[in-house]
């Protein structure tokens, strides 16, 4: 569970039921003790990094192997092209992450930057550049429009970055 607080020093004060006034908070302080794990202005909660800025909360994807205490840790995360399974199995990986990327991205950029992170690996593990773009291709034209642009308009900025 996620507990997204505003800022204000009194907050353990109110969420712990007190003996003297039994209801008047949420959780009795004996059963279940809330931990702070982010302070400041976003925070990063199993996939999702959760935000703040100056329009409002913004969502976008958050990899625990993309921080140090984790880069020395040898991890296979999506098999190679040339390995001996189907390519229903790998070509569903770009299905996948696409529409995961659609939902837990909050703005067009986010997803773009998502979108293009997983082309390159992808294409790095020996996936042909010409099929990763096809594919993504057809999964934005069932989309039509995508963060108030056209499914082309994101299908050409995705391009700008890839080629």
């Known amino acids: ?3 997204f607080v505003p800022d204000f020093p009194d907050f353990v004060n109110f969420v712990y039921l007190n003996q003297n006034s039994f209801g ?13 794990t982010s302070k400041g202005f976003s925070c990063n909660f199993l996939d999702l990094a959760v935000g703040q800025s100056l329009h409002g909360l913004y969502c976008d994807i958050f990899d625990k192997r993309s921080q140090p205490e984790y880069a020395g840790i040898e991890m296979i995360r999506i098999h190679h092209f040339h390995s ?3 390519m229903t199995a ?3 990986v770009i299905n ?9 991205c909050s703005c067009k950029k986010y997803f773009v930057f998502q979108m293009v992170s997983l082309i390159v690996f992808l294409k790095a593990k ?4 010409k099929i990763l773009l096809k594919r993504t291709r057809g999964l934005l034209i ?3 429009f995508l963060f108030g642009i056209s499914a082309f308009g994101i299908f050409k900025m995705i391009l700008l970055w890839v080629l």
């Open 1 to 3: 569970m996620i507990l």
């Open 24 to 36: 008047s908070s949420i959780y009795p302080k004996t059963s279940c003790e809330l931990n702070c």
């Open 96 to 104: 996948s992450q696409f529409y995961r990327f659609l939902r837990l």
């Open 142 to 144: 069932k989309e039509k």
């Open 84 to 86: 001996n399974i189907s």
């Open 90 to 92: 790998k070509l569903g």
């Open 126 to 129: 020996g996936y042909p550049l």
